[in-house]
Structures are given as C-alpha cells and as structure tokens.
C-alpha cells in the first residue's frame, strides 16, 4: 500500500513569507507526527496528533508554528513569518495509532529553504 | 539538550564484518528505544526497537543491546552488507509517542 506521502519535496521561499507544509500518512492511521530535521542533526519532535487532536505539540518551537487535522487524516503544518532558522527537512510520520511499540513510518520529507 | 548522542558521526566497516553503533542517553525516564536508517532523499525507516525491560532484542543480522546501568544502547549488524550503507539514528522515548533523536551515525560497508 501507499506510505506516508509529502508535499512539497522541496519549497523555497523569502524571509516572511508563509508556508504551508502537507503530510498525507498512512490510510487508517490514527496517529500523526512532525518532525523537523536541520543540517546534521537527528530529527526534533514538534507536535503529534491523535486523530484530529494535537495530543502533544511541545515540540513547536515558537507560535509562528501552527499544525492542524482537520478531519483525522491529511495534516498541514503552517509557518508563518518564516525565518532563515526555518531551513530544515521537515519530516512526518503515521503509526496505526499511538503509544509504545507503535511504529512510525516516515515520509521522505519537505526541504524548506528560507532565503 | 542533547538528550540522545551518538558520537561516532562515521563508521566504516568491510563487507561480512561486525557494524557496531553506540548510542548514549542522559534520561533515566526513557523506556522505549528503537533504530532508524536513512537513505538519502528518504524519510528514516524502522529497523529494530527494544523494550527498557529487556537488555537484547535480535532481528535476523541485527541486534540491539541495552545496559540501563550505563545509559548505553548499541546496534550490532553481523554480517555487514553493502546494502546496509545508511545513516542510521537512535531515538528513545517516555511515552512511546516523542522521540528524541540522536544525530546518527553514517555507516559504509566497504564491498
């Protein structure tokens, strides 16, 4: 079956602009996270999602980040004001729903590049 | 904060051998711990996990040992293969929900 899909693969955009980040997961899994993955470094929580729920978005560094789910499948990560800092692969991944030992399946990511 | 480390940022292993990744952390909380491999251009891809109760879970050529005492987990892939060039990230996590990621460790298997 399809896996985690993401849109775009790569957006470029200025510095203060908005973006929107798309995350298709897995059909049927309940559970949605976002991670966001800079040069070198392992990927950083930011916010999952339990169905249409945020459940945990500690992860969101400021408030210029904002993620929503509307309808418990497609999830969008929203950034406004963007920033150089901004740059990073930012990464989502579906488990059949949520808890240890649930595994996360990741897509192959969104490339932002803030100019 | 670091709170997951793997300090070998590069490995590099000929075929048929011994890979062996480390990975240290700092919270005693952490109760879940799994391993991820990434290929370029590609989202991480689960390998292997284990439980806080169990110090060894193996997975046909891979096997992850965990020494609570010593906030230590490793990766060992025996026999090495070509194939299993990748950057490879530990993460552990509380709730089994948020993970924390180490920065990886690119693993090359010399053919």
């Known amino acids: 079956g399809a896996g985690v899909s993401q849109t775009p693969s790569n957006k470029v955009t200025e510095k203060g602009k908005y973006v929107e980040l798309r995350c298709d997961p897995i059909s049927g899994h309940t559970a949605l996270y976002w991670y966001r993955q800079s040069l070198g470094q392992g990927p950083e929580f930011l916010i999952y999602?339990?169905?249409?729920?945020?459940?945990?978005d500690s992860g969101l560094p400021n408030d210029r980040f904002f993620a929503v789910r509307p309808e418990g499948s497609v999830s969008t990560l929203k950034i406004q004001r963007t920033e150089r800092g901004d740059s990073a692969v930012y990464l989502c991944?579906?488990?059949?729903?949520?808890?240890?030992?649930?595994?996360?399946?990741f897509g192959p990511g969104t490339r932002l590049l803030v100019l | 904060d670091q709170q997951v480390k793997q300090n070998s940022p590069s490995l590099s292993v000929q075929e048929g051998r011994i890979s062996i990744l480390n990975c240290d952390y700092t919270?005693?909380?952490?109760?879940?711990f799994l391993w991820y491999k990434k290929y370029p251009a590609e989202g991480p891809t689960f390998l292997i996990s284990i439980s806080s109760i169990k110090d060894k879970n193996e997975d046909g050529r891979f096997t992850v040992f965990l020494n609570k005492s010593a906030k230590h987990l490793s990766l060992h892939i025996v026999p090495s293969q070509p194939g299993d060039s990748a950057v490879y990230f530990c993460?552990?996590?509380?709730?089994?929900?948020?993970?924390?990621f180490g920065t990886g460790t690119s693993l090359t298997v010399i053919p």
């Open positions: 999602f339990q169905g249409t729920g945020a459940a945990d």
């Open positions: 991944a579906s488990s059949r729903t949520s808890g240890p030992q649930e595994t996360q399946y």
């Open positions: 919270n005693s909380m952490f109760d879940y």
């Open positions: 993460a552990a996590s509380i709730t089994g929900n948020q993970f924390y």
